[in-house]
């Protein structure tokens, strides 16, 4: 229409511009792929021709220095093309099979650990955090990297009885929070409302409408409009801080963090799973969250020891049971363990809607 504004386009940029060209040519035409060795995938198309990925972990939140020095080796030593994964890995394609090698050299010389493919433990994805995310509850950063120093040698080598997704979710309702293990954000207490603020801050209807078990109704205080909770109500979700930030949910004692297993996309195999609660209450400890990270730990060495080759964590769990998954974890069973909200079948987990 004549005097319109055009667009702003945003989103994603067309990703074919950036591809390297062996993988723009063969797009659509690839035969299969092998796995020379952790970290490395070789890809070979019905033409002939192989495209070599080299995967290398990265921090996700890379400052500008590292992310030069990256594309410095991709430049260097690559062909030039790099792409990140979803779970902040850097990848390097190479159509010349004798680069593979110096490549991962160059990488591990500047301290990037090369790993992460087929059965090993890939990198932690992870949510914004406290960089990014204005309701977090806990890094997600930092988890990550506080556990993936722990399970190094779990991400360089082929070590596990199948691929282990972990997850973590830095609050509990948004993104994040759906794999093998996820480590979630457990708010334990209904928020505190400064009513000073509320009328100010907060659009009120929508502030009612986010709670899930319609506990908020609006409230006359000290003659000022604002909103107050019915606590024996109130899950602790956090859905209302979002939209209404005097409606504080994060708390450094009683925000902890929980683990969930077992959670699976559907494959050409099985049915999606649902993930289930493992372990409460663990508390929410920076910089390094040790008792988050020595119960995932635990979890990972127990399946490594007793799962078949190829079970996923839940095929393990599901062969053995989950009594004997707590017996052989030594995770307490406790009565938060027992979902026994009816609500719940109508509403909450009750979808497989996907989330990574
Ligand atoms: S999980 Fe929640 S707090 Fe974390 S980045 Fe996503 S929306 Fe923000
Ligand atoms: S924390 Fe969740 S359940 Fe509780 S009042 Fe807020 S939205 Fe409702």
Redesign the pocket.
């Not at 986010?210 to 908020?216: K, M, Q």
């Not at 109130?234 to 801080?241: K, P, R």
């Given at each position: 229409m004549e005097g319109q504004r055009t667009p702003i386009e945003s989103g994603c940029p067309d990703g074919f511009q950036y591809m390297h060209p062996t993988m723009r040519k063969n797009y659509g035409n690839w035969a299969y792929h092998e796995d020379p060795r952790p970290g490395v995938l070789k890809h070979v198309s019905w033409s002939g021709d192989a495209i070599y990925t080299v995967r290398a972990g990265t921090q996700r939140i890379l400052d500008v220095f590292t992310l030069r020095k990256l594309c410095d080796i991709g430049d260097k030593y690559a062909e030039g093309y790099v792409r990140f994964t979803i779970r902040s890995n850097i990848e390097y394609m190479v159509a010349d099979g004798s680069k593979v090698e110096p490549l991962i050299e160059a990488l591990e010389k500047e301290g990037f650990v090369v790993g992460g493919t087929k059965n090993s433990v890939a990198m932690i994805s992870h949510t914004q955090g406290w960089l990014h995310c204005d309701i977090p509850g806990t890094d997600a950063s930092g988890v990550v990297k506080s556990m993936m120093d722990e399970l190094i040698e779990e991400f360089k080598n082929w070590n596990m009885p199948n691929r282990v997704h972990i997850t973590t979710s830095c609050c509990q309702?948004n993104c994040g929070g759906q794999g093998d293990i996820a480590i979630n954000i457990q708010?334990t207490k209904?928020?505190k409302i400064n009513h000073d603020l509320v009328a100010n801050i907060c659009e009120r209807p929508s502030?009612v409408a986010?709670?899930?078990?319609?506990?908020?109704r609006p409230a006359l205080v000290n003659g000022k409009p604002s909103l107050e909770?019915?606590?024996k109500?109130?899950?602790?979700?956090?859905?209302?801080?979002p939209p209404c930030t005097p409606?504080q949910?994060n708390d450094p004692e009683n925000t902890k963090l929980a683990i969930w297993v077992g959670g699976n996309h559907s494959n050409a195999r099985g049915k999606p799973t649902f993930q289930k609660l493992v372990a409460a209450g663990i508390p929410n400890n920076p910089p390094r969250w040790p008792e988050a990270t020595a119960i995932v730990k635990k979890i990972l060495t127990t399946y490594k020891e007793n799962a078949r080759d190829w079970e996923r964590l839940n095929d393990w769990i599901e062969r053995i049971g989950w009594p004997r998954f707590f017996e052989l974890t030594e995770l307490p069973f406790t009565k938060f363990h027992v979902d026994n909200w009816r609500g719940a079948r109508r509403t909450l987990n009750a979808s497989t809607h996907i989330r990574f």
């Open positions: 309702i708010h209904p928020p502030v986010r709670c899930p078990v319609a506990a908020i909770v019915d606590e109500k109130c899950i602790c979700c956090g859905a209302c801080y409606m949910i």
